[in-house]
């Protein structure tokens, strides 16, 4: 069961994703760059999954309430 009172856990969890990922792309200049770095792309699939994961476990009360984002796929 969802429940709402971890909402703003998770938020909190995929902004710290969205963070880390930003964080991992430093330096790196080319998309050949960062493909060529296993752990860099595993580490960005992980928190892209972390996201998801989170965005997926909302409450059914959070996706609801008003707000600016469109939650249909």
Do not use: T
Not at 48 to 59: K, N, T, V
């Amino acid at each position: 069961m969802r429940d709402k009172v971890n909402d703003g856990a998770r938020l909190s969890l995929m902004l710290e994703s969205i963070a880390n990922i930003a964080g991992f792309k430093e330096g790196v200049e080319s998309l050949e760059e960062f493909k060529s770095d296993k752990m860099l792309c595993h580490a960005v699939v992980y928190n892209l999954q972390c996201i998801g994961e989170g965005a997926y476990m909302f409450s059914k009360a959070f996706v609801a309430a008003p707000n600016d984002m469109n939650w249909q796929p």
